[in-house]
């Protein structure tokens, strides 16, 4: 699993935060999507890396832009994570 956190230009509300994630479900396939205007990023946790290029795009189309990204190796913590 990967976790990339898009920093984004221009989300202002809930409004732009629930667009944000539309458009990620869209574009790509994750697992878990989440948006902050307050912080200005999306946080896509997937299988896969993402098709940035892409995205950009996508993002550019409905009003807002992707400033930068980070991706590093995601693993899920359950409630029992202890010890590991």
Known sequence: MIKTVLKIDGMMCGMCESHMNDV??????PKKVNSSAKNGETVV?????????????QIKDIGYELVSYTSEPYEKKGFFHFGR
């Open 24 to 29: 990620v479900r869209k574009s790509c396939s």
């Open 45 to 57: 946790i997937s299988e896969a890396p993402l098709d940035i290029p892409y995205l950009k795009q």
